[in-house]
């Protein structure tokens, strides 16, 4: 089973164009959706760099199973 699947953002508010790092752990194959904004849509460790709020699905899975965890990154030209 995949119950330790994990997904964690270096940031959650940004400035457009700011990179935030994902990162996921848990299983052995991680792919990222949607593209946009992605420097790869494969892997534990991508980088994006959204110009407008975006929530990315992580689709984590193994040769029996298949989880999504999900992380919404807001973009404003002006942060709290």
């Known amino acids: ?24 752990s848990g299983a052995p194959r991680f792919t990222w ?15 994006a760099r959204p110009d407008i709020t975006t929530t990315y699905t992580l689709t984590a899975s193994n040769d029996a199973c298949v989880v999504t965890r999900t992380v919404t990154i807001i973009v404003s030209r002006v942060l709290d």
Request: glycine share 8%; aromatic share 6%; with cysteine.
């Open 1 to 24: 089973p995949l119950n330790n699947v994990r997904l964690e953002a270096s940031e959650s508010r940004i400035c457009p164009g700011t990179p935030v790092f994902l990162t996921a």
């Open 33 to 47: 959706a949607p593209s946009a904004g992605l420097d790869q849509t494969e892997g534990n460790f991508v980088t």
